[in-house]
């Protein structure tokens, strides 16, 4: 069974960056296309980016130019550059499958706030 583990949120004042990283355990990650999502309480979870197998990308509207998605397939870890932070970024993020196919993991916090 694949297991996603993602790290790097915290607390970021607006304008500011966070990178968050996702690790997957064996191989998927260059197998399918990868995704970043995000979710807010009593909201689903929404697509922000993700990356095909041979790399082309795609952004949701309100993140494109500001967050840039990447993988490094032989380190079996998928990022997520976020900069020029907004408040209404702040979320727990996850990573998955597009579409995710799965078992989601535990998130990470990222909180935009002054």
């Known amino acids: 069974q694949v297991q996603l583990v993602e790290s790097g949120g915290g607390l970021v004042q607006p304008g500011g960056s966070l990178r968050l990283s996702c690790e997957a355990s064996?191989?998927?990650?260059?197998?399918?296309?990868m995704a970043w999502y995000r979710q807010v309480p009593g909201k689903g979870r929404d697509l922000v980016a993700s990356?095909?197998?041979?790399?082309?990308?795609d952004y949701a509207e309100h993140v494109r130019g500001r967050f840039t998605i990447s993988r490094d397939n032989a380190k079996k870890t998928l990022l997520l550059r976020m900069n020029n932070l907004k408040p209404e970024d702040t979320a727990v993020y996850y990573c998955?499958?597009?579409?995710?196919?799965?078992?989601w993991g535990q998130g990470t916090q990222v909180t935009v706030s002054s």
């Open positions: 998955n499958a597009n579409p995710p196919i799965f078992s």
């Open positions: 064996g191989s998927v990650l260059s197998a399918v296309t």
């Open positions: 990356i095909t197998r041979d790399g082309r990308e």
